[in-house]
């Protein structure tokens, strides 16, 4: 894609600090490190996110996001790692190709915050919401 920033580093217009690369995959340092080694795992090809990924290029993708986790917790001393993907505009997604955000963690006091995942939201149908979702696969 012409005006993608991530298919500008694919190509090495856009340069990127690399910390692996294969013929589909590609990952690079996060330009704003939220933790010390925040890394975004792509594919070379683009995607605009991960609604649109194809099952065996996701595959490839997350092996590495894998490998990156493992690595950052072997090599920085990470003690966990988040992996996030967001997906369109709505869920916080600002660059417009599929990646994968490997953030290592060295402490639940570091700049990333999970407190959202602990909202509840009262008088849910979960059975129906379960079944609308499972009905879809
Ligand atoms: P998201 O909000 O999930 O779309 O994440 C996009 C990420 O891309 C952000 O964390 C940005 O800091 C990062 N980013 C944007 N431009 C670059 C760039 N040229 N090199 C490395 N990371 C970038
Ligand atoms: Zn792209």
Redesign the pocket.
């Known amino acids: 894609m012409d005006n993608c ?2 298919c500008k ?1 694919v190509k090495g217009e ?1 340069p ?1 600090y690399k910390v692996y690369e294969d013929k589909d995959v590609l990952a ?5 490190q ?1 933790t010390v080694g ?1 890394t ?1 795992v792509i594919p070379k090809e683009h995607f605009d996110n991960l609604l649109f990924c194809p099952r065996d290029l996701l595959e490839k993708v997350m092996h590495v996001a894998q490998s990156i986790a493992q690595a950052q917790v072997s090599s920085l001393g990470a003690k966990g790692v988040n992996v ?3 997906t369109n505009e709505v869920a ?5 190709h599929f ?1 994968v ?1 490997v953030i290592p963690r060295y402490s639940n006091e570091d700049a990333l915050r999970l407190e959202f995942l602990s909202n509840k939201i009262d008088k849910l149908n979960l059975p129906a919401i379960a079944e609308n979702i499972s009905n879809k696969l």
């Open positions: 920033i991530f580093i856009i990127c690079f340092l996060d330009i704003s939220t925040h975004l996030l993907i967001n916080g997604q600002t660059v417009m990646h955000h």
